[in-house]
């Protein structure tokens, strides 16, 4: 008889060979994250131009800034626009103004925010969700709904052209988006930390700002960035209540310098927002530093 035939083993696939799909695969995740960057770069562009072409015209002298041709490089460049912002009186009195206000706006607005988001989150009692549901309400109205009934109620406390009425409307303004932010943070923060600080022989309140505190300073200090912009830059409900060319602040001090009865220097007028610019600029730099070094902070004391 004849031996039967076996069939040969089968020969494994070798893993190193890469197949023709999983090379496909890989140029074409290759060519997504180019197309991805590529699309990151422009919009990038996009956001930035606006600035540039504002730093860029606040060196071009008037001439240039009229001609037909739109000049991209400040060829020419000269310093006298910003020279004439630095030397108007009126602007540095705005300056006062706009830091004095922003100045109470965080102060205020931290402290009564941040001891808002600890009540309701922290404890609870009658009216907490009435509370938070009012937050949310009062965020839907119009801010230019209430100028009218704000205007009378300072009207009546004699608070009209005066920084501390400014401030105390800015504030009113911007707490109840300032608590919620501050309310996802702190209930972010287990309260079982609280907990073993107190059994390792804490105070209730020297556990907080031993243990919580450090790990909110990141909601305080986004909180804070939220508070200066909205105070350093509102316009509409500064017009209503400063009405006083002496008590302006500088959004009022800028518009100022658009006037109908002549030609308006956009060179100095894209100076002088220039110069409004720097101090936000400096302020998220220097905060934004902090808010890195209060997280790390937070999470070796936690």
Same mark, same amino acid.
Request: proline fraction near 6%; hydrophobic fraction near 55%.
């Given at each position: ?55 860029? *015209? ?21 310093? *006298? ?178 006037? *109908? ?42």
């Amino acid at each position: 008889m004849s031996a039967l035939a076996t069939p040969a083993p089968p020969v494994p696939a070798t893993a190193a060979t890469p197949t023709r799909s999983s090379e496909a695969g890989r140029a074409q995740s290759r060519g997504g994250r180019r197309a991805l960057g590529v699309l990151a770069v422009i919009l990038s562009v996009l956001w930035v131009f606006p600035i540039y072409w504002m730093v860029n *015209s606040a060196f071009l002298p008037l001439n240039k800034l009229q001609t037909p041709e739109p000049t991209f490089f400040p060829v020419g460049a000269t310093l *006298s626009n910003f020279r004439r912002v630095l030397d108007d009186p009126s602007f540095w009195t705005s300056m006062r103004v706009s830091l004095a206000v922003v100045a109470i706006v965080l102060v205020a607005a931290l402290l009564f925010a941040f001891l808002a988001a600890l009540a309701v989150s922290r404890f609870r009692f009658r009216g907490r969700k009435s509370f938070i549901l009012t937050i949310l309400v009062v965020q839907m109205i119009p801010a230019e709904g209430l100028f009218i009934s704000q205007y009378q109620m300072l009207d009546g406390w004699n608070l009209v052209n005066k920084v501390a009425g400014l401030a105390l409307v800015y504030t009113a303004a911007i707490l109840p988006f300032t608590i919620w932010m501050l309310r996802g943070f702190v209930a972010g923060v287990p309260i079982e930390l609280e907990e073993a600080a107190m059994v390792d022989g804490l105070s209730r309140t020297a556990a907080f700002f031993r243990i919580t505190f450090p790990l909110l300073a990141p909601g305080l200090v986004a909180a804070g960035v939220y508070g200066f912009l909205q105070a350093w830059n509102e316009y509409t409900l500064a017009l209503v209540v400063m009405t006083d060319p002496a008590q302006r602040t500088l959004p009022l001090w800028l518009q100022g310098l658009v006037e *109908s009865n002549r030609a308006t220097d956009w060179g100095v007028v894209m100076a002088g927002s220039a110069v409004i610019a720097i101090p936000v600029i400096v302020f998220f730099l220097f905060v934004q530093n902090k808010m890195t070094s209060g997280l790390v902070a937070g999470a070796v004391k936690g």
